[in-house]
């Protein structure tokens, strides 16, 4: 989905502040080295999966 930025500056920095708990919008994290695997697991909305936090690339 697409993101409202008409005030994204503002809307970033109140989360870095932590100002805006995003805990309650994220439902997985995958590291980039698992893209296909979060893709799969957000077009199946497995555990419930909404928004998803892909990661730097992890050395395995």
Do not use: Q
Not at 5 to 26: F, K, W
Not at 47 to 55: A, E, F, H, N
């Amino acid at each position: 989905g697409g993101v409202d930025a008409c005030n994204l500056a503002e809307t970033m920095r109140l989360v870095r502040e932590g100002r805006i708990d995003t805990s309650c919008l994220i439902s997985g994290r995958y590291p980039l080295n698992d893209v296909v695997e979060a893709y799969r697991a957000f077009e199946a909305h497995e555990d419930g999966c909404l928004k998803l936090v892909i990661t730097p690339w992890e050395n395995r």
